[in-house]
């Protein structure tokens, strides 16, 4: 794997990639598509100046702030007439964590030993615990050394993207796209090259169309699935072929499978590219905040081949030294033992995606193009008039509080992101109810 990362030329900027907007009619077009930097608030970009005498890094100024916090300040503005805001801006698990992993959490609290610094790459018992599964799930065998443990998944990506690009060097990412994932690039001074994704391919995107996009910069592929923002569940097929893109190419497949805990029922193992032995080109993401509920308590994984976490441990240790102690004291339990509590919240999710599906059919106008695990990707009937717009209308007028499709790249302009996981299902036909008769003045 290290022979194959190996970087060779001079750093540079990429050649432009190519995306697809959509026209009036909503048909996608090709078009040159410069590097995206970003969008800033229009509050950012009339208050935040760095000081006369203080030059801050241009990477860091050229990339777009997060748009959740943006989001809700718009609610702030909502009257209140229909109700209580409803807020689907963020994918936060909608019930809260077992009793008993929040009682393990407060007695590791308590044990002097989680106050310590732990093992760079995490607690031997959490890997253990994590790679035992993974082995279970995938059929091939996961050693404890081949997990990272880091203070989230966003760090992981972060620390993954650095270990695999430098500045001047890129990285595809399917469009539309995480936005942290860009953010991570962005910050590094790292090119992200836009794969597009259309609603009439289900957002799933073509290994062969990154064939032909990809050049000698491009030192990784990102891929998410389930996805966010869209919720699109690629087929193990699909994966197979990115796999094997990136192997041919000598470049890594990141595999992002913060959702996999909410695929539809019977849908257990998402794909086989571990099932002979994990692929020295393959790095996988994980968050255990979505399926444990503890957030707050930032737990991610990465796994990839021996050698690659051991490159991985010394952009670790300059970001976090270690994962913070106490979650994975609690986690290293909660993997085995709530399994059952686990499928059971999967069922849930199942539901509300199932209410979300039923209750934006039925409106008319607005357009559901892709739906799954968290997300529901909607599209909104407002020609000419930006996501950025229509969502800022909607959190004001009617305290609905989505994100807007722009946030998530080029071409997204007629699309909102709605997380419905963090609602009842009952909840999630008041929103459809709120739509229906909405308009832009």
């Given at each position: 794997?290290?022979?194959?990362?190996?970087?060779?030329?001079?750093?540079?900027?990429?050649?432009?990639?190519?995306?697809?907007?959509?026209?009036?009619?909503?048909?996608?077009?090709?078009?040159?598509?410069?590097?995206?930097?970003?969008?800033?608030?229009?509050?950012?970009?009339?208050?935040?100046?760095?000081?006369?005498?203080?030059?801050?890094?241009?990477?860091?100024?050229?990339?777009?702030?997060?748009?959740?916090?943006?989001?809700?300040?718009?609610?702030?503005?909502?009257?209140?007439?229909?109700?209580?805001?409803?807020?689907?801006?963020?994918?936060?698990?909608?019930?809260?964590?077992?009793?008993?992993?929040?009682?393990?959490?407060?007695?590791?609290?308590?044990?002097?030993?989680?106050?310590?610094?732990?093992?760079?790459?995490?607690?031997?018992?959490?890997?253990?615990?994590?790679?035992?599964?993974?082995?279970?799930?995938?059929?091939?065998?996961?050693?404890?050394?081949?997990?990272?443990?880091?203070?989230?998944?966003?760090?992981?990506?972060?620390?993954?993207?650095?270990?695999?690009?430098?500045?001047?060097?890129?990285?595809?990412?399917?469009?539309?796209?995480?936005?942290?994932?860009?953010?991570?690039?962005?910050?590094?001074?790292?090119?992200?090259?836009?794969?597009?994704?259309?609603?009439?391919?289900?957002?799933?995107?073509?290994?062969?169309?990154?064939?032909?996009?990809?050049?000698?910069?491009?030192?990784?592929?990102?891929?998410?699935?389930?996805?966010?923002?869209?919720?699109?569940?690629?087929?193990?097929?699909?994966?197979?072929?990115?796999?094997?893109?990136?192997?041919?190419?000598?470049?890594?497949?990141?595999?992002?499978?913060?959702?996999?805990?909410?695929?539809?029922?019977?849908?257990?193992?998402?794909?086989?590219?571990?099932?002979?032995?994990?692929?020295?080109?393959?790095?996988?993401?994980?968050?255990?905040?979505?399926?444990?509920?503890?957030?707050?308590?930032?737990?991610?994984a990465v796994v990839a081949a021996p050698e690659v976490v051991a490159e991985l441990a010394k952009l670790l240790d300059c970001l976090q030294i270690c994962a913070p102690r106490i979650g994975q004291a609690g986690l290293a339990w909660a993997i085995d033992a709530l399994a059952g509590w686990r499928a059971?919240?999967?069922?849930?999710?199942?539901?509300?995606?199932?209410?979300?599906?039923?209750?934006?059919?039925?409106?008319?106008?607005?357009?559901?193009?892709?739906?799954?695990?968290?997300?529901?990707?909607?599209?909104?009937?407002?020609?000419?008039?930006?996501?950025?717009?229509?969502?800022?209308?909607?959190?004001?007028?009617?305290g609905v509080v989505t994100l807007p499709g722009e946030a998530f790249g080029p071409g997204q302009e007629r699309h909102l992101r709605l997380a419905f996981a963090?609602?009842?299902?009952?909840?999630?036909?008041?929103?459809?109810?709120?739509?229906?008769?909405?308009?832009?003045?």
């Open positions: 794997m290290r022979r194959r990362l190996e970087r060779g030329g001079k750093a540079g900027r990429i050649a432009p990639g190519r995306t697809q907007p959509e026209d009036a009619e909503g048909e996608m077009r090709v078009q040159t598509l410069e590097p995206v930097r970003g969008r800033r608030s229009r509050d950012e970009r009339a208050q935040v100046r760095a000081p006369a005498a203080l030059r801050l890094n241009p990477d860091v100024l050229g990339v777009a702030a997060p748009p959740i916090p943006e989001a809700r300040r718009w609610a702030e503005r909502y009257g209140g007439r229909l109700g209580p805001a409803i807020d689907l801006t963020q994918a936060v698990p909608g019930y809260p964590p077992h009793p008993q992993l929040v009682a393990r959490l407060a007695a590791a609290a308590g044990d002097r030993e989680t106050y310590a610094y732990g093992n760079i790459t995490g607690d031997l018992a959490l890997r253990e615990a994590y790679a035992a599964e993974l082995s279970g799930l995938y059929g091939g065998a996961v050693a404890p050394e081949m997990v990272a443990i880091t203070t989230g998944a966003n760090m992981a990506s972060y620390a993954v993207t650095a270990l695999l690009a430098r500045a001047g060097e890129s990285v595809m990412l399917p469009v539309p796209w995480y936005f942290n994932h860009r953010m991570n690039a962005g910050l590094l001074g790292v090119d992200a090259v836009p794969l597009p994704c259309r609603a009439d391919c289900g957002f799933i995107p073509d290994p062969d169309e990154a064939a032909a996009l990809m050049d000698e910069r491009v030192r990784a592929v990102f891929l998410v699935s389930p996805n966010n923002p869209t919720g699109a569940i690629y087929p193990p097929e699909t994966l197979r072929r990115f796999s094997d893109l990136c192997r041919d190419r000598g470049i890594a497949l990141v595999l992002d499978e913060t959702y996999r805990d909410f695929l539809p029922g019977g849908t257990d193992r998402p794909h086989d590219l571990a099932e002979s032995g994990w692929p020295e080109h393959l790095i996988q993401l994980y968050s255990f905040s979505k399926s444990y509920c503890v957030p707050g308590f930032r737990a991610g059971e919240n999967r069922a849930v999710m199942n539901r509300r995606s199932d209410a979300a599906r039923a209750a934006f059919a039925r409106l008319g106008d607005w357009r559901l193009d892709s739906q799954g695990a968290y997300f529901a990707y909607l599209r909104h009937p407002f020609p000419g008039r930006s996501s950025w717009e229509v969502a800022e209308a909607l959190a004001v007028e009617r963090n609602v009842e299902a009952e909840r999630v036909a008041e929103v459809a109810e709120r739509l229906r008769d909405f308009r832009m003045s």
